[in-house]
């Protein structure tokens, strides 16, 4: 497999996107797929249309724990404190990346809450559950690992991401590398971040890609999801990672996924 370029579908349409990259990330809130916590069949449909009709490939971003106001409250999900209407939500995901054809199904940590050690202990105990259903259906969760500028997030370090994708010990279970995220947990340091790429390599099945300067700020805790060159981040330390696949850029506009563009390409 050669390295590819992707980007979210919250940057612009598929359509739009298609004409740039040659993967699209189909990031469940922004499809409009459900209704006050239920799935839209004709919308479904509509979608799975779109996607026969073109020749981009797809992973999919399943709902998650989301800190925007925009975000729905509908799709809230914690993975390491789950109810039915979030096993449920995350066992959608799992039948629609698996009915769109995606190669990965992005997984968010869990939050802490109370006790940190019962909080991993959950989550890894419900990603083992999560797991089985998605080697059933063929897809690989691609496992996050989130910004350490939030107290709450598990699974910020590399120690600590690491260590819950073993004790799930699944080969449908491997990490999406977010380096904005691991900038802000390395706090901007390059030589921090660079170890944190080498100690990771051989374990991504995917990687987001978005900019960011390395300190916590009002906004989202500092993940700002910047276009690559609009904070500190040397992307030149994804070489380290020595992956081929799917670099997705997590961007907001079609003018900073062509300039994240142009900074992999470079690369």
């Known amino acids: 497999m050669k390295k590819i370029i992707g980007a979210s579908s919250f940057a612009s349409s598929l ?10 990330e189909l990031y469940i809130p922004k499809l ?11 919308q479904v449909d509509e979608l799975h249309d ?12 399943a709902p998650y724990y989301g800190d925007s106001p925009n975000y729905p409250v509908e799709l809230m999900v914690d993975t390491a404190h789950m109810g039915s209407l979030q096993w449920r939500l995350m066992e959608e995901s799992i039948s629609l990346a698996s009915e769109f054809g995606c190669s990965v199904l992005v997984v968010h ?13 959950h989550m890894v105990e419900n990603l083992k559950k999560l797991t089985v259903d998605a080697e059933n259906r063929g897809i690989i969760l691609g496992f996050e690992n989130k910004e350490g500028t939030d107290p709450t997030n598990l699974c910020c370090t590399v120690e600590e991401h690491l260590c819950a994708i073993r004790e799930v010990d699944s080969s449908f279970l491997k990490a999406t590398f977010d380096i904005g995220h691991a900038n802000l947990t390395c706090g901007g340091d390059i030589g921090k971040l660079r170890d944190f790429v080498k100690e990771l390599n051989g374990h991504a099945v995917h990687v987001h ?11 989202y805790f500092g993940d700002l999801h910047g276009a690559p060159g609009d904070g500190n981040i040397d992307f030149s330390v994804l070489r380290e990672l020595d992956f081929k696949g799917v670099y997705n850029l997590e961007v907001f506009s079609m003018e900073a996924v062509r300039a994240g563009k142009s900074v992999l390409e470079s690369l």
């Open 15 to 24: 359509p739009e996107l298609e004409k740039e990259v040659k993967s699209v």
């Open 32 to 42: 409009r797929l459900y209704d006050k916590g239920n799935l839209i069949k004709e």
């Open 50 to 61: 779109l996607l026969s009709t073109g020749s981009v490939l797809t992973t999919m971003h």
């Open 109 to 121: 940590p869990g939050k802490i809450s109370g006790n940190r050690e019962n909080s991993f202990r």
């Open 209 to 219: 890609v978005h900019d960011n300067n390395g300190v916590f700020a009002e906004s």
